[in-house]
């Protein structure tokens, strides 16, 4: 069973940073995949950032160039960098892992979801 919990959000002005965290408790195996999500009020869950156990990465292209997602392994926490934020990028932000042969921003193929933690961006 994994845990994971996110911290970090906040409300920031337009153009700004914030860091996000996620630590995850449990026994994570090697071929894992981490990922954020984050979901907008009336609108689906969306992928933003994944990261699978060999380092390599993903990222949408509304956030490319922006944000970069990060882990520290001896930590088991999951970062991502947020920076140059829109007020578009408001949104509850979740913090999801699952074990996958091939890494995805697709939600329906993860299984272990953080409770999210709320990014607020103002223009």
């Known amino acids: 069973q994994v845990q994971l919990v996110e911290s970090g959000g906040g409300s920031v002005q337009a153009g700004g940073s914030l860091r996000l965290s996620c630590a995850a408790f449990g026994y994570i195996y090697s071929s894992y995949c981490m990922g954020w999500f984050r979901q907008a009020p009336g609108k689906e869950r969306e992928g933003v950032a994944a990261?699978?156990?060999?380092?390599?990465?993903s990222y949408a292209d509304s956030v490319k160039g922006r944000f970069t997602i990060s882990q520290d392994n001896a930590k088991n926490t999951l970062y991502l960098q947020m920076n140059s934020l829109k007020p578009e990028d408001t949104a509850m932000y979740y913090c999801?892992?699952?074990?996958?042969?091939?890494?995805?921003?697709?939600?329906?193929?993860?299984?272990?979801w953080g409770q999210g933690t709320q990014v607020t961006v103002s223009s």
């Open positions: 990261i699978d156990s060999t380092g390599s990465t």
């Open positions: 999801a892992a699952d074990y996958l042969a091939t890494m995805t921003l697709a939600r329906q193929a993860f299984g272990y």
